[in-house]
């Protein structure tokens, strides 16, 4: 432990759980997203996102499915799983090449879009937006 975490400890309690996580989440080199393999147009895109915040379950949603999120649409659901070796949620999807939008739902309930690639729609919406080459 640093010496600035080792002075935090009895100031922050808990929360220096929730602090060293985030620290963690935005130091990261590696990217939300990369291809994987490909298939004509099709690319096997995987997903990896580790939250700032403790969670239960993973969802993507986006276009490819609809915007489809536990309890919400039609599409299929994406349920992302959790790798203890990379300490990351993952899940791979087959996708044509092109420009696409998409969140991660935290818990069936919260939508967040990925720190490293996300814009705000006209709408005021933030989301996250990839382009598969």
């Not at 100031?11 to 990261?28: A, P, Q, Y």
């Not at 993507?60 to 489809?68: C, H, K, M, V």
């Not at 299929?76 to 949620?89: G, I, L």
């Not at 899940?91 to 814009?119: E, F, P």
């Amino acid at each position: 432990m640093t010496p600035l975490l080792r002075a935090c400890v009895p100031l922050l309690g808990l929360v220096l759980v929730s602090c060293s996580s985030f620290i963690r989440d935005v130091s990261d080199v590696e990217l939300p997203w990369r291809v994987v393999a490909s298939a004509g147009e099709q690319r096997l895109v995987e997903f990896v996102y580790r939250p700032f915040f403790a969670v239960q379950s993973i969802h993507l949603a986006g276009e490819f499915n609809d915007w489809t999120w536990p309890g919400h649409g039609s599409g299929r659901m994406h349920e992302m799983a959790w790798d203890p070796a990379r300490e990351y949620w993952v899940y791979r999807i087959w996708l044509k090449s092109g420009a696409w939008h998409y969140v991660y739902i935290a818990d069936g309930k919260t939508a967040v879009a990925d720190l490293k690639n996300m814009i705000v729609m006209p709408d005021g919406t933030e989301v996250s937006r990839m382009v598969v080459r």
